[in-house]
């Protein structure tokens, strides 16, 4: 790819800019006639600064511009690990379903590097053409938690399921919560026992405790299951998150803050998960914390 830019110094006057480095492996496999190359690199490259943070913090299914006028990238996995030396570069953060293997490769002053998998696109040798993925935001479904006829359903399935007391607390928190995010379009609910809410007195700590127990972004059994031990999920208590403690594909146990998944998927829909767990989830440090 450092040769075709040599050849195309014109991609890079523009600043600042977000490089997506396609290895030479990849670019080998393309087959692309050599009038081509400078379209596809084109797309690899974002007329933004975007460091592996800057990723990570915008929502999944976000648009990135690239320098074709019209054409866009989209962020299709987001996964937040504590730090990346963890994870030993395992799924993390994916643009156009290809994995960025070398976060941050490059950083310096306005201009980013990253290091990805493969190529954004793909040539068509029947149309000898560059198809380029369309990045189609979700506009429809963007805040679809202000309409209260989807938290309507999770309520009414969890209190036909003998949930009545979290049913109270979740409804109790859900006006709160659009309020507070107005672009949030998808969530997972961990659901402790009935009991666990009785001894809730307090009308901030129960809103703390309902907020504790959902996380951002729809993540079903299957898709915890693909995320290593330490990986976090981010709460709807602002800045807290819960971390995957255990995870075993041999006996298909998971845990979550060192509580363990009893129920899986327990209502799934386009844009809500359940899972029952075991017992609730440690309050000892929101119980000490301001909203």
């Keep these: 790819m450092a040769n075709f830019l040599h050849i195309s110094p014109e991609l890079l006057h523009s600043t600042p800019q977000t490089i997506f480095a396609i290895p030479d492996a990849a670019f080998a496999n393309l087959s692309i006639p050599p009038y081509m190359i400078k379209h596809l690199l084109a797309y690899h490259i974002s007329p933004t600064k975007l460091t592996t943070q800057d990723l990570l913090n915008k929502p999944l299914k976000t648009c990135l511009p690239t320098l074709i006028h019209h054409q866009t990238l989209s962020i299709t996995k987001i996964a937040n690990y504590p730090n990346w030396a963890k994870c030993n570069k395992k799924q993390v953060?994916?643009?156009?379903?290809?994995?960025?293997?070398?976060?941050?490769?490059?950083?310096?002053?306005?201009?980013?590097?990253?290091?990805?998998?493969?190529?954004?696109?793909?040539?068509?040798?029947?149309?000898?053409?560059?198809?380029?993925?369309?990045?189609?935001?979700?506009?429809?479904?963007?805040?679809?938690?202000?309409?209260?006829?989807?938290?309507?359903?999770?309520?009414?399935?969890?209190?036909?399921?003998?949930?009545?007391?979290?049913?109270?607390?979740?409804?109790?928190?859900?006006?709160?919560?659009?309020?507070?995010?107005?672009?949030?379009?998808?969530?997972?609910?961990?659901?402790?026992?009935?009991?666990?809410?009785?001894?809730?007195?307090?009308?901030?700590?129960?809103?703390?405790?309902?907020?504790?127990?959902?996380?951002?972004?729809?993540?079903?059994?299957?898709?915890?299951?693909?995320?290593?031990p330490g990986a976090s999920l981010s709460t709807l208590v602002r800045g807290k998150h819960v971390d995957i403690t255990e995870n075993s594909r041999v006996s298909q146990v998971m845990s979550i803050n060192g509580v363990v998944i009893t129920t899986p998927d327990l209502f799934v829909s386009k844009n809500f998960v359940v899972h029952g767990i075991a017992r609730a989830l440690n309050m000892d440090e929101l119980s000490s914390m301001s909203r």
């Design 93 to 228: 953060l994916e643009i156009n379903n290809v994995l960025i293997t070398h976060p941050d490769l490059f950083l310096q002053q306005s201009v980013t590097i990253h290091s990805v998998a493969g190529s954004f696109a793909w040539y068509d040798h029947r149309q000898e053409r560059i198809t380029l993925p369309y990045c189609k935001p979700d506009r429809v479904e963007l805040g679809f938690i202000k309409n209260k006829e989807e938290w309507g359903r999770v309520i009414k399935f969890l209190s036909s399921y003998g949930f009545m007391s979290f049913t109270i607390g979740l409804n109790s928190v859900t006006d709160g919560i659009v309020k507070e995010y107005p672009d949030l379009d998808s969530v997972t609910i961990f659901t402790p026992p009935n009991v666990t809410l009785m001894v809730m007195s307090s009308s901030l700590l129960l809103d703390k405790f309902m907020r504790f127990h959902m996380v951002v972004q729809r993540h079903s059994f299957k898709q915890l299951a693909g995320l290593p």
